[in-house]
């Protein structure tokens, strides 16, 4: 399971974004590519598996305070879809794992409705028993997705009231 860091909150026309930017892609994005280069040889050679790629509600949209994030869980969403169809005949699920804010150590202070990390683990157990190749965990997460063809959808203007 590849996880992910958090980055400062600010704008995407922060006078340190570009900073932040390359200090989260290096963690969020080059980091699973380098775990996912360094794992899928030991998984298929020991017949197969599978790799969580931990996403986020955030995916989808871009709250403006935490832009750099978000842009690197977009570009893990795209990786994570490649690597899928690039391991896929070696016997390897690639589950990704989109999910809200979680009730985390990270998270402590933040005044927002957090999910339970055991609900989150519970539901991604049965995502992989399924042999799911995407779990939605929590209700913000499916609510996100649900909006992208719609007419408005939640991207456009993100209200994080639930």
Excluded: C
Aim: glycine share 8%; net charge negative; hydrophobic share 40%.
């Amino acid at each position: 399971m590849r996880a992910s860091s958090w980055s400062p909150p600010q704008g995407a026309l922060g006078p340190t974004y570009t900073d932040a930017l390359r200090a989260v892609f290096e963690t969020n994005y080059y980091g699973t590519v380098r775990t996912s280069q360094a794992f899928v040889p030991v998984i298929s050679g020991s017949g197969g598996g599978a790799i969580i790629n931990v996403l986020s509600d955030a995916t989808w949209f871009a709250p403006s305070f935490v832009a750099a994030y978000a842009a690197s869980k977009s570009a893990v969403w795209g990786y994570t879809n490649a690597l899928r169809t690039d391991v896929r005949d070696q016997a390897i699920q690639v589950l990704g794992l989109h999910v809200g804010m979680l009730d985390t150590d990270m998270t402590r202070g933040i005044d927002a409705k957090k999910s339970d990390p055991l609900d989150v683990v519970a539901v991604t157990l049965d995502g992989l028993e399924n042999g799911d190749e995407e779990v939605l965990a929590d209700h913000k997460a499916q609510e996100v997705k649900s909006t992208l063809s719609s007419a408005r959808p939640f991207y456009f203007d993100p209200v994080f009231a639930d």
